[in-house]
């Protein structure tokens, strides 16, 4: 089973990279040459075949029990899908991530799993392999559709001249991952020279060449391993292949597929951008007929012309994602230290409860106590069990919840921890004063301050108290 791991295909996950790298400099070599415009058959057929090289290298990394079934069933997937889109949604999908989310989804059909399949199961597997691509691809069409409608139902000239037209980017992103961002740039209130307007080009253009690349590079610096090298790749790669519209798509869906994280923490920073360049005035590099139809084309009158607001936008816009990296890789590293301290984590221990064996029961109270060693004494009280501690920050109330009847309480005056064990009580305390007997500790001894509190003895002794003062108070005035 080493084989089906996923630390073993890690190392070559970078070669999913390889088609989109090759795409991205033969696009820019015919682009210099004038050979291949947008939009030509070449230019799609090219996207299409990266698209299914793509498929073919992911088929070839993600853990199976049946490689080559697992390779045909994802290709023709693919191709059937990718034909389907072509025919029906020619002028909808401009690019083919869709289908190759879809089709990678045939891949869990074929997991590793425990029992090994039988030969008669291959035409079944081919069926599942094929019928949950379409079924993924049905959902993505939907979803799509769905905010395809919301779009077009709410992105009018009073959403669009307002602070809530940093909404547009994030959802320019998504769809721009599903391979349909021509949409968006043929909404009719989106082609009004509005300041709000002019800011949204730019902060798509800044998030996938400047966001996207920083967000990758700064999560390669909280990983390790091949995860390191794999998002250091995809960084150097989005850098360099960011005006290509196929493959900015596909990194894209790169890291909604595997790094999830890291593509809501691009979303949330695609509004930060648009935020710097409306608030700073950026410089119109580009605008909605030139964004990614299918690549992007700068308006190199304009452009940059590294002002100080344009280089406060540039620098705004890398430094966003991996702050947000960093914040959220340190909440979850501090979040897991608060979990893992011994008196809060959920720990391993036997499954006592307060009908199990006395045995049980003691071992599982003291593993709930910090061990052995944490135990200063053990007292009984009727049905109650009183534990002294050393340190009561090793105690975790929650196991000892598991056991006792009802929740323990916690005397941090007197020192002990008492704990409702019912009939089984007396026999735990005996058990357990027989561990510190074989430990050398004096059973017997009790938590500090254990003594029976009374009432009586404690009003007598400060009424005497008060008449002895008031004593001396008389001997004093004569």
Known sequence: MDRYTS???????????????????????????GALMPRST??????????????????????????????????????ILAAFDYSRFSSYFQYHTACICSALSSALVFLPSDKEERGGDTARLCLYGL???????????????ALDSFISLTFTSGFVTSGLAAAVVPCYTVMQTMG??????????????????????????????????????????????????????????AAISASSGPCVSA??????????????????????????????????VTNFYL????????????????????????????????????????FLRRRDRALSRPGRAVRTVPGATLRSRPDLIAIAILRACGGLSNLSGVNRQGRELLLGTYDSSLVSEDLLSRICARRPSHDRARGYTACDLGASCAVVAERLRALLRQCGLPPGMAPRGSQDFSIRDYLITKHQRSRGEGNDRRQQQQ
């Open 291 to 330: 964004l990614y139809q299918p690549n992007l084309t700068l308006i190199k009158t304009t452009g940059f012309s590294l002002a100080s607001a344009d280089l406060a936008c540039i620098t705004l816009s890398a430094a966003i994602p991996a702050a947000l990296l960093l914040a959220s890789s340190l």
């Open 180 to 237: 349909v961002s021509g949409l968006i740039n043929a909404v009719e209130s989106l082609q009004y020279p509005d300041p709000h307007i002019l800011a949204i080009p730019s902060a798509v253009t800044l998030t996938n060449l400047v966001s996207l690349p920083a967000a990758a590079i700064a999560g390669s610096l909280a990983s390790s391993g091949a995860r390191r090298v794999f998002l250091t790749l995809l960084g150097f790669l």
């Open 7 to 33: 630390k073993a295909g890690e190392w070559r996950s970078c070669m999913m990279l390889l088609p989109v790298a090759a795409f991205a400099l033969l696009s820019a070599a015919a682009e210099r040459e």
């Open 251 to 284: 990194e894209l869906a790169v890291l909604l597929i595997f790094f999830p994280g890291i593509y809501a923490l691009l979303l949330a920073s695609s509004v930060f951008a648009y935020l710097c360049a409306y608030a700073l005035h950026a410089s119109v």
């Open 42 to 79: 070449a230019f799609t057929a090219s996207s299409a075949l990266m698209a299914l090289c793509f498929c073919a290298i992911a088929a070839l990394i993600i853990p199976s029990r049946r490689r080559y079934l697992q390779m045909a069933c994802v290709t023709a997937s693919f191709t």
């Open 131 to 145: 019928l949950v691509p379409a079924g993924v691809h049905f959902l993505i069409l939907t979803s799509v559709r």
